[in-house]
């Protein structure tokens, strides 16, 4: 049974950072795909970026620069650190398995920044 859980949200002010993580179990975590989403409240869910099994990484124009997403196949983890974030990054950030479609999904993490 493949479980994600995340950990590391709160409450930030603009301009501040979080490091996000994602602990996995349940699957060979070092060959797969891992992605982090986020959903705004009345908005769909949007990639926020993808990392391959070799390490290697994708982002959306939306945090293009400020993030940087990270994985330890020795600890079944999946980070994303957040640097200068912004009022519109508030969202529930969700992490996921796969590359173009998404199999396994964790029950998400809530960062709100405050202006």
């Known amino acids: 049974q493949v479980q994600l859980v995340e950990s590391g949200g709160g409450l930030v002010q603009a301009g501040g950072s979080l490091r996000l993580s994602c602990a996995a179990s349940?699957?060979?975590?070092?060959?797969?795909?891992m992605a982090w989403f986020r959903q705004a409240p009345g908005k769909e869910r949007e990639l926020v970026a993808r990392i391959s099994s070799g390490g290697s990484t994708y982002y959306a124009d939306s945090g293009k620069g400020r993030f940087t997403i990270s994985r330890d196949n020795a600890k079944n983890t999946l980070y994303l650190q957040m640097n200068s974030l912004k009022p519109e990054d508030t969202a529930v950030y969700i992490c996921?398995?796969?590359?173009?479609?998404?199999?396994?999904w964790g029950q998400g993490t809530q960062v709100t920044v405050s202006s």
């Open positions: 349940g699957l060979t975590f070092g060959g797969v795909y």
């Open positions: 996921a398995v796969g590359s173009r479609t998404y199999d396994y």
